[in-house]
């Protein structure tokens, strides 16, 4: 269909795919709108256990969609603060603090705003021939959704301020190296492994995984100290889920646990 964003959810993933491949899957306002609605829709679904974003095509996403922008002599400004502030941020906000595994599967290029959603899933795989481009600094812009955060913390100052002042492309497997992303595979193999990682984690104790995930982003803005304190918090509550239970009794059993993610 020509819908432009592919939402379902099955077996307790849900699969989010990016669908304007004319224009590598960048971002115009109907996806924008399509991409808010899927993730109120996979907020609030109490079945979804891991969410699973690829795109569709030769790319993953291109990131804003340029052929939007008005920047014609004469004409007013665009206000891109509003577009960061009604349209990427509340997106990247929402995806970042869903409460279970995000996976992104990079299936071609991630440019832009492209690659900066990628990087805010919890565990990106890429395809070999896949690349990521921080193509703000191109056009006059800063890297955006989240860009300017992500990019420091996963591969250090140095790398971060080299790929955003320069633009250059990253290929997935140099961005494996760098630590940028979970892992590189073959192209051909990048929708079963991604599917197969989403059905292994949508299988694992959910409520436990975004436990991990609260402590692992709290992180940036704690000391050791309060660290040992909020994980004291979350082992606390950790320990009360029904998953908990069944983990250790599967351990002490020698059986394969079921995890309802409760
Ligand atoms: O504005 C705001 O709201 C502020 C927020 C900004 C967030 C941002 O993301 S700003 C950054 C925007 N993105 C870019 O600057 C990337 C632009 N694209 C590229 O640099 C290249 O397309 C790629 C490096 C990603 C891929 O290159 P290549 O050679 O593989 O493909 P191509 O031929 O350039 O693109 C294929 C088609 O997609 C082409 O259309 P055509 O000629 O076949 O009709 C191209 O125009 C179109 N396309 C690619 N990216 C965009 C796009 N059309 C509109 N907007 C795009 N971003």
Known sequence: ???????????GIARLTLN????????????????????????????????????????????????????APGAEAPDLGESLEKRYNPMLRTLRDLPFPTVCAVNGVAAGAGANIAL????????????????FCKIGLIPDSGGTWSLPRLVGMARAKGL??????????????????????DDEALADEALSLARHLASQPTQGLAYIKRAL??????????????ER???????RT??????????MEKRKPEFKGE
């Not at 269909?1 to 077996?11: F, G, I, K, N, S």
């Not at 304007?20 to 109120?40: I, Q, T, V, W, Y």
């Not at 918090?233 to 320990?239: P, V």
């Open 1 to 11: 269909t020509d819908q432009p964003l592919h939402y379902c959810v099955e077996a």
């Open 217 to 230: 982003h709290a992180s940036d803005d704690n000391g050791f100290d309060e660290q040992l304190d909020l």
């Open 233 to 239: 918090d979350l082992q606390r509550l950790a320990g």
């Open 242 to 251: 029904s998953d908990y239970r069944e983990g250790v009794s599967a351990f």
């Open 164 to 185: 955003a002042m320069l633009g250059d492309k990253l290929g997935a497997e140099q961005a494996e190296q760098w630590g940028l992303i979970w892992r590189c595979v």
């Open 120 to 135: 805010a899933c919890d565990i990106v795989l890429a395809a070999r021939s896949a690349s990521f481009i921080q193509a």
């Open 20 to 71: 304007r491949p004319d224009s590598l899957n960048s971002f115009n306002g109907e996806m924008h709108a399509a991409m808010r609605a899927a993730l109120k829709a996979v907020r609030q679904d109490k079945s979804v256990r891991v969410l699973l974003l690829t795109g569709n095509g030769r790319g993953f996403c291109a990131g804003q969609d340029l052929s939007d922008r008005n920047v």
